[in-house]
């Protein structure tokens, strides 16, 4: 389908010392086949033309992978499509005449900077508390004299998807990161490289996850409902456990 | 005046020769030298890590809002190691002998020896660091094949190798940024590098967030920012992926080389409008199942499955039996090319060929398919709305790759003392064309395991050198020059977007010097160039201002540079008389229409100087010696 137009409110917000506010913009000359981000690269465009200021919105890889899209797309993080980013998300799943309301994260720990960009370093800093296996370049043992199972390779990889993007956050009526954090715990604490450091690197993190501002989970599974690599809410389950098992031994 | 500095001796004692050899710098000094690294995918962030653990002073950039989103994230299907965990006769050598041959005999044994020499401890590394590689039953490591190779030599982590591998040296960045030994510095780009007799010893940079200008000293430089193929437009590459430090870092001295050697990947999502800002790449891996065909007849409109299999021309397999859907990417794509323009091409443009899963499917099974590319297959179904399991993909080449890049030494040095540049930002190992799942290795091998000897050989003589301060006239005048280069394009206040001057300077590069060229076309592509420039400088309309997030200014400044870099590329492409690899002229190719290479006059390292505003750059000849392999005519029949 080609010229179908949709009516866009856009989250405008100078920068995080201002008031934002929603704008109403129409577009009528869409093609199905763009995506998401196209489309607003079209109405950016039309703004730059008519002098005016583009919306600022975060996006690189646009196959997504890097986790920059940040965009609350009627109500939904990453919008309406099971399982995927905003910049995979394509205009054939919107009809001619649609509204759509776009917003950014809404989460304290995730301040606006401008329009639809928000400050996500509270995820750098979970990691650097213990987001990692202590090994220094050049002192790793051969690749196969650790066997791993393939059940257990399998369960790290689908942690270890997380593309640290917040949509967990955003979902989340808490704006809990436990989807997150639980992430990283799991994929390290379900390996055998991982041991040395698993009660330690749990605590240290879910610490300083609490030190960020985020919520706590209720177990409400708006994360993995929204999660764009649909990663289990399971893992916050053992994400509790493995917090338990490190304060009990403690 | 180029000096490759490659040491001497047997090619395969080289590198160990070198190691023992090379100056150290000890515990003590190490904590007073300051290395600045531009860049934090796996070349970057493993650099960053590695040498903070080694106790040196870190501060690494990036312009994106974490190190995590580095573009090595993309990469889907693997990172090549010599381990032989397959039994199938892999050795370090044979990794060496194809990355050479790949490279259409246009890259440094040396360099490629030492690649496939630390390919083995990059694995090890990255187990280590917790990466998920793909398992066997039994535990071990599983590998896949790639194009160009007849072994089974790519570890991967399903279709997201990139992620898992960028994100092992996020976790080891991160962990140094928590000690302290690595200063983050993310939203910030490099502007410029400061040059203090003749050495590089900083760099500016603005935060993006603020648009406050920084100096930063450093006594050395390393650049890690990657390739330059968005000066086509469209292309992989993430959106934010530039040229500007490197060639801001060309201006100062450094040499470019081989600047026309781009990679242009043949199973990508083909175009279908032209408000699209980037194509998406389907893995290489793919072709391990599957078969890539067009129908016999011309305009043949019918419906993939209603074409029986004696209508159909796998084209690869029919024109090279011996590797078949698995040839080098350079001769994939050519190839597809060919069967198109002659109009056997498929879908709405006719510009696709298929790729095709039904007999892999019929023989593994849905449920192994799916195990091996799900998340390929869904990501194709999303972006196009049809599903490989039942239907053929449309794939088409695109641009991917850059094997140009800042020329460098040995050590990984450019043409300026100080500045180092690493990945794929340099030109170092690929020649005129890379293997698949290479990419990779050489970000890692660089970052992990080569730059941090190298780089002492240069340090352990500075030890003595004070930090310079940077209120040093230097730095002030770096910096009022980029905060000068701003304004000006805030000033002009044209009628044109940078995006529409963007896709401008795309159509010329790939028109003309793209997946084939010609003189006739690069000479008048030179001329569209300069007016392009023209039109850009005089035209340009950036909004808002310098002092805040302004991602339309960021994107002028470095289409500003591609644009120059886009008449470097044509330059390039006019001097090398000849075919090789992913440059392919059209007045030399064989009677059979295959790349046609003229190793008397051109087995050289094409490192150009830059001489001054407006003026033709001038060409430096880095011959190549070829002491262990024979170049031969490339054949994959």
């Given amino acids: 389908m080609e010229n179908f137009s949709i009516k866009l409110k856009v989250w405008r917000q100078k920068n995080n010392k201002t008031q934002g506010k929603f704008v109403d913009y129409d577009i009528d000359d869409l093609n199905e086949h763009m995506s998401f981000l196209e489309m607003l690269d079209v109405l950016n465009e039309r703004l730059i033309s008519s002098r005016e200021e583009p919306i600022a919105f975060e996006h690189d890889c646009r196959e997504g992978i890097c986790g920059s899209c940040s965009m609350v797309i009627n109500g939904k993080p990453h919008g309406p499509l099971k399982g995927t980013t905003t910049c995979q998300l394509h205009m054939y799943h919107f009809n001619d005449g649609d509204n759509i309301t776009i917003e950014p994260w809404r989460a304290k720990s995730f301040p606006v900077i401008k329009d639809l960009v928000v400050d996500r370093t509270p995820f750098d800093r979970i990691i650097q508390s213990g987001g990692y296996i202590s090994v220094n370049t050049g002192s790793a043992p051969d690749g196969n004299a650790i066997p791993i199972s393939q059940e257990d390779a399998l369960y790290a990889f689908d942690a270890a998807a997380c593309i640290g993007c917040g949509a967990c956050v955003a979902a989340c009526k808490n704006a809990s990161a436990s989807l997150f954090v639980s992430a990283k715990i799991s994929q390290l604490a379900s390996l055998p490289q991982g041991q040395p450091e698993r009660d330690k690197r749990v605590v240290a993190m879910v610490d300083q996850m609490e030190v960020e501002g985020f919520g706590h989970c209720t177990n409400t599974g708006a994360c993995e409902a929204e999660c764009p690599k649909e990663i289990s809410q399971e893992y916050i389950r053992k994400m509790n456990w493995e917090y338990h098992r490190a304060n009990i031994k403690g | ?637």
């Fill in chain 2, 1 to 637: 005046m180029l000096d490759s500095r490659i040491p001497p001796g047997d090619l395969s004692s080289k590198w160990s020769d070198f190691k023992s050899k090379v100056p150290l710098v000890s515990p003590a000094n190490k904590q007073n030298l300051d290395i600045i690294i531009i860049g934090t995918g796996l070349a970057g962030a493993s650099a960053a890590s590695s040498l903070a653990e080694m106790g040196y002073n870190v501060k690494a950039f990036c312009f994106q809002d974490s190190p995590r989103r580095a573009h090595s994230i993309a990469a889907q299907g693997g990172i090549n190691a010599a381990k032989n965990y397959q039994n199938d006769g892999d050795s370090v050598y044979r990794l060496f002998y194809d990355t050479i041959k790949g490279g259409d005999y246009r890259s440094r044994e040396a360099n490629v020896h030492r690649l496939a020499e630390v390919s083995t401890n990059i694995i090890d590394q990255c187990v280590a660091q917790g990466v998920p590689f793909a398992r066997e039953y039994g535990g071990t490591l599983d590998n896949r094949s790639f194009g160009g190779v007849q072994v089974s030599r790519t570890f991967y982590a399903r279709g997201q190798t990139g992620q898992q591998l960028l994100l092992g040296a996020y976790s080891a960045l991160s962990r140094q940024i928590s000690k302290g030994s690595v200063q983050m510095y993310n939203r910030h780009e490099m502007l410029d590098v400061v040059m203090i007799d003749g050495v590089a010893r900083g760099i500016i940079a603005r935060n993006l967030l603020t648009g406050q200008y920084e100096r930063h000293f450093g006594h050395a430089v390393v650049l890690a920012t990657g390739g330059y193929g968005n000066v086509f437009y469209l292309s992989t590459n993430a959106m934010g992926s530039n040229v500007t430090a490197a060639w801001k870092a060309y201006k100062k001295g450094a040499m470019f080389g081989n600047p026309c050697f781009t990679q242009i990947h043949p199973t990508c999502i083909p175009v279908s409008g032209d408000y699209q800002s980037k194509l998406t790449l389907m893995s290489e891996s793919l072709r391990n199942d599957g078969r890539i065909w067009v129908p016999i007849k011309k305009g043949d409109t019918r419906d993939p499955k209603d074409i029986p299999e004696d209508e159909r021309d796998y084209y690869l397999e029919r024109r090279y039996p011996a590797f078949g859907n698995l040839v080098p990417r350079d001769i994939a794509s050519r190839a597809a090319k060919e069967r198109c323009d002659e109009g056997y091409g498929v879908g709405s443009t006719k510009m696709a060929v298929y790729l095709d899963f039904k007999d892999a499917i019929s023989s593994l099974g849905e449920d192994t398919v799916r195990s091996r590319y799900g998340n390929l297959f869904q990501m194709y179904n999303k972006i196009t709305g049809d599903d490989p399991y039942h239907t053929p993909m449309r794939i088409y080449p695109a641009v991917h790759y850059t094997m140009g890049g800042l020329w460098v030494d040995y050590n990984l040095m450019t043409s300026v003392p100080g500045l180092y540049s690493i990945g794929e930002s340099n030109f170092s190992d690929h020649g005129a064309n890379r293997l698949g799942a290479s990419a990779l290795m050489q970000g890692l091998a660089d970052g992990y395991f080569v730059l941090p000897y190298t780089i002492g050989e240069f340090l352990s003589k500075d030890i003595r050198t004070e930090r310079i301060s940077t209120e040093d006239e230097h730095f002030v005048k770096a910096e009022k020059k980029a905060r000068k280069r701003n304004e000006t394009l805030l000033e002009i206040k044209g009628t044109k977007s940078v995006e529409s001057l963007h896709r401008e300077l795309g159509k010329i590069m790939w028109d003309n010097c793209g997946m084939s060229r010609n003189e006739k076309d690069l000479k008048n592509a030179l001329v569209q160039i300069k007016d392009l420039k023209n039109s850009f400088w005089s035209d340009v309309f950036v909004p808002g201002s310098d002092n805040e997030l302004n991602t339309e200014l960021e994107k002028a400044g470095r289409v500003a540079d591609f644009i120059e870099l886009g008449e470097l590329m044509i330059y390039d492409a006019l001097d090398r008389n000849e075919s090789c690899g992913g440059h392919f002229r059209e007045e030399y190719q064989t009677e059979e229409g295959e790349a046609f290479r003229d190793d008397e006059n051109y087995t050289y390292v094409s490192a150009w100087e830059f001489k001054g505003k407006d003026k033709e750059p001038k060409l430096h000849k880095e011959d190549l010696d070829y002491k262990e392999v024979t170049p031969t005519q490339r054949s994959y029949k």
